[in-house]
T-cell receptor, first 111, second 113 residues
Framework: QKEVEQNSGPLSVPEGAIASLNCTYSDRVSQSFFWYRQYSGKSPELIMSIYSNGDKEDGRFTAQLNKASQYVSLLIRDSQPSDSATYLCAVTTYGNNRLAFGKGNQVVVIP | GAGVSQSPSNKVTEKGKDVELRCDPISGHTALYWYRQSLGQGLEFLIYFQGNSAPDKSGLPSDRFSAERTGGSVSTLTIQRTQQEDSAVYLC???????????FGSGTRLTVV
């Protein structure tokens, strides 16, 4: 089992709709969770971090963490064409000195 | 500096040649990481430096790869006897600690011909 899995294929959403992305992780002691956005040809950019169960909102982005079920999700409300990018889920654990990344989910917002 | 700086931004090299990639992290960030990203693939961890501690080299794919970090700041990733499968974007990141999110540099696109 991979450390971090993002299984959904490309996600197409109409402008103004909600985009929902999911990520599962294998290590039960994972403690820090991040979402990165990566535009084509660019490097990843940190957009959200979450450390405890529940929801965390930042502007149009909401991260949701459920440690019991070992998943973390990202909601993008009122999707805009500028949100079209690949979104990477990343997880770190106590004592592990690096982030493990999922392969990413491509989001395409259709005007 | 204001961000993580990497150089060169692009490098084309012949198979068998050695290359050096440079990373200048954000001032004050004690942790520095190297990852690589091949076309259409996820980020592959290579090596991690934290302060003056011994680096975590567990992600280096072969002994042709090495890295050093001088004075707790600038880092150089060296690839000896490059192979075509080394072609990728090499990303450097820095952070205040391993539990914080990273800030990535703009990367070095390496092409081995």
């Amino acid at each position: 089992q991979k450390e971090v899995e993002q299984n959904s294929g490309p996600l197409s959403v109409p402008e103004g709709a909600i985009a929902s992305l999911n990520c599962t992780y294998s290590d039960r002691v994972s403690q820090s969770f991040f979402w990165y956005r990566q535009y084509s040809g660019k490097s990843p950019e940190l957009i959200m971090s979450i450390y405890s169960n529940g929801d965390k909102e930042d502007g149009r982005f909401t991260a949701q963490l459920n440690k019991a079920s070992q998943y973390v999700s990202l909601l993008i409300r009122d999707s805009q064409p500028s949100d079209s990018a690949t979104y990477l889920c990343a997880v770190t654990t106590y004592g592990n000195n690096r982030l493990a990344f999922g392969k990413g989910n491509q989001v395409v917002v259709i005007p | 500096g204001a961000g993580v700086s990497q150089s060169p931004s692009n490098k084309v090299t012949e198979k068998g040649k050695d290359v050096e990639l440079r990373c200048d992290p954000i001032s004050g960030h004690t942790a520095l990481y190297w990852y690589r990203q091949s076309l259409g693939q996820g980020l592959e961890f290579l090596i991690y430096f934290q302060g003056n501690s011994a680096p975590d080299k567990s992600g280096l794919p072969s002994d042709r790869f090495s890295a050093e970090r001088t004075g707790g700041s600038v880092s150089t990733l060296t690839i000896q006897r490059t192979q075509q499968e080394d072609s990728a974007v090499y990303l450097c990141a820095s952070s205040l600690g391993s539990v914080n999110g990273y800030t990535f540099g703009s990367g070095t696109r390496l092409t081995v011909v």
